[in-house]
């Protein structure tokens, strides 16, 4: 039986790294019938291990680990160190070094490795898809595998690689667009509808911050809504305060590689405007220079540069504990989807 078809509510919480996805987020929303995340990407492997035991000591409910895949793509490094020269005197400002622009496999072996040697209930990936032996030695452990995609190519190519559900992203979600680099920027609905026929279950992301949202993507073909922002201000979420304060707010958000080298929906402040325009493309190496940066301003509570994370629908996002976003949300699907059904009844 899959682990979707197991839940009593319809609902995932998105891995968040960068702390939000604590342990504790995890086993609030999977007590409450939904499908916790733990977000690997980020930290050690030492840490995913231990928020891993953490989770299991406090929930026997099934629950997942979210694993970032490297990018093998080449990088124009001279766009980079023009951009670093750009964030110098912000640098200086704030009495920070910035950090050295490398590359790197966010540890991505060990942390299969140690998925593969103590199986958990689901692995989902994101950015791009994983290999076909990582996917079957999974799968072989009893693990369920679930792709990431942004596009409908890779819809198909994550059903031919036999991943048990695919998470299909719009671009309305919040932090990275968890697929390819790829600039054929696709709604949720579209992608839902353009992916109906694959013949695995859809779990959908990307705007969702309510029941009537969980309800439309339901009856658009989704099997689960995996909300990211919804959970963003519930006291069991890592989240911090400036953040929290901006999820708040009505403020826009826009996709930028400003913070990072890859294209992230982030609430509007002055550095994305400064800097989007000439940010260039490379994931991990922009991450790694900003990263002093952008935990000064964190450090002084300066929403005018830190990367605020959040999807298009952010102010719908409530300060409630996860186990009642995750009841309250399902509890208005069924009312908006019964309502719909009976004004469906009047048609001609
Ligand atoms: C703060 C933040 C961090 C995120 N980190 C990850 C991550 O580590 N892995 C991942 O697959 N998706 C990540 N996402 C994207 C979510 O999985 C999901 O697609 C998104 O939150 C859905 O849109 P919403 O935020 O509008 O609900 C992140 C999103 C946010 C807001």
Redesign the pocket.
């Known amino acids: 039986m899959s682990v979707l078809s197991t839940l009593r509510c319809p609902v995932v919480a998105?891995?968040?790294?960068?702390g939000?996805s604590t342990p504790a987020l995890v086993t609030a929303v999977s007590a409450a019938g939904g499908l916790g995340f733990l977000?690997a990407?980020m930290i050690g492997v030492d840490r995913l291990v231990a928020d891993v035991a953490e989770v299991r000591a406090s929930s026997d409910r099934p629950f997942g680990v979210?694993l970032?895949l490297p990018d093998a793509g080449t990088v124009d490094e001279a766009a980079i160190r023009a951009y670093a020269d750009r964030l110098a005197p912000e640098a200086r400002r704030r009495a920070v070094t910035l950090g050295e622009p490398s590359g790197g496999d966010d540890g991505y072996p060990d942390k299969l490795a140690a998925l593969l040697a103590d199986p958990v209930p689901v692995v989902?990936f994101?950015f791009g898809l994983p290999d076909r032996a990582a996917v079957a030695a999974l799968r072989e452990r009893g693990t369920e595998v679930w792709a990431?995609v942004t596009r409908p190519a890779a819809v198909t190519a994550a059903v031919e690689l036999g991943v048990d559900a695919v998470v299909v992203?719009g671009v309305?979600?919040?932090?990275?667009r968890?697929g390819l680099p790829d600039d054929d920027d696709y709604g949720l609905l579209p992608l839902l509808r353009l992916a109906a026929e694959c013949g695995r279950p859809l779990v959908a992301?990307?705007?969702?911050?309510d029941g009537a949202a969980v309800a439309a993507v339901l009856a658009a073909g989704a099997a689960a809504a995996?909300?990211?922002?919804?959970f963003?201000r519930c006291p069991e979420a890592g989240s911090s305060s400036l953040h929290r304060a901006a999820v708040a707010s009505g403020a826009p958000t826009a996709l930028t590689r400003a913070y990072t080298g890859k294209r992230a929906r982030a609430v509007v402040n002055d550095f994305l405007l400064r800097h989007d325009a000439v940010a260039p493309a490379g994931y991990p190496q922009v991450l790694h220079l900003t990263r002093p940066l952008l935990a000064a301003a964190r450090r002084d509570e300066d929403a005018s540069t830190a990367n605020l994370?959040?999807?298009?629908?952010?102010p719908l996002a409530r300060d409630v504990p996860a186990g009642q976003v995750v009841a309250e949300v399902t509890a208005s699907a069924r009312a908006v989807l019964a309502a719909a059904a009976e004004r469906s009844t009047r048609w001609g």
């Open positions: 998105a891995p968040m790294a960068g939000p977000a990407g979210n970032f989902s994101v990431t992203q309305e979600a919040g932090g990275h968890g992301a990307g705007g969702i911050t995996q909300l990211g922002t919804a963003l994370w959040a999807g298009q629908a952010h």
